[in-house]
């Protein structure tokens, strides 16, 4: 499904952020990118994303080459990957069914399909009675649910999260990775960029390890 064939991504200061990136991520597998602060793993996920493109080498995503797509088909690539941060992008001045019914909206899904699926993503997160809420009003881990919502309510085939739980106390990490793994089991592709050792080492999911923008480990 993504797939990495030699890549580059160097930086109009020379700086190289990802040199000869070699490795698969197959369809309906789970696992975590990691390494050093600097290491590449933010790069790496917004060449998945189209977020930025690579320098050389290829970067396909279901066999197609992501650095041939023309900018006008960029949004219909983008609508296979659902996208968490460490901070969440919310819109403060929205209730939380607002927020993760922005996709849909963009997408011209009509209100009664958006309805539904925003309160079927809500639902899954566990945030179903406070979808009437504004976001300043939950807890770090609920707005963080906010976004993994948003980000599923498309109910795309790919799930990128970058630090997700880069601001959250370990309890809330663990139920948070939870949920990714939840998403995985239904059929979902999950690839999420992590510091967090001490919380990845305890699930059995492979690590893509990176060191200074190169594969330093590939291992379960």
């Known amino acids: 499904m993504i797939h990495f064939q030699d890549v580059y991504k160097r930086y109009p200061n020379r700086y190289e952020a990802l040199s000869g990136l070699t490795f698969q991520l197959d369809k309906g ?3 975590f990118l ?6 590449g793993k933010s790069t790496l996920l917004k060449l998945i994303a189209l977020i930025e493109r690579s320098t050389h080498g290829q970067v396909l995503l279901n ?3 992501l650095s041939r797509v023309p900018p006008r088909k960029v949004p219909y690539i ?3 990957i659902g996208l968490v941060f460490q901070d969440h992008y919310l819109l403060y ?3 939380v069914f607002d927020n993760v019914a922005l996709p849909l909206i963009i997408a011209g899904e009509n209100h009664r399909e958006i309805g539904r699926r925003v309160r079927a993503s809500l639902d899954k997160v566990g945030l179903l009675g406070k979808e009437r809420n504004l976001p300043i009003a939950l ?4 707005q963080q ?3 993994i919502a948003r980000a599923v309510v498309n109910r795309p085939p790919i799930l990128l999260a970058d630090e997700p739980t880069g ?3 370990p309890a809330l990490s663990r139920d948070i990775m939870h949920l990714f793994e939840q998403f995985n089991q239904v059929g979902t592709t999950v690839f999420i960029a992590t510091h967090d050792h001490s919380l990845i080492e305890t699930l059995p999911y492979r690590q893509i390890v990176l060191h200074q923008g190169r594969l330093a480990q590939d291992a379960v």
């Open 29 to 31: 597998e789970m696992a």
């Open 63 to 65: 066999n197609q080459n």
């Open 78 to 80: 983008r609508r296979q």
């Open 145 to 147: 649910r906010v976004g």
């Open 34 to 39: 990691t390494g050093h602060s600097g290491a």
């Open 93 to 95: 001045d929205r209730t």
């Open 167 to 169: 601001n959250l106390d």
């Open 139 to 142: 807890s770090g881990g609920e």
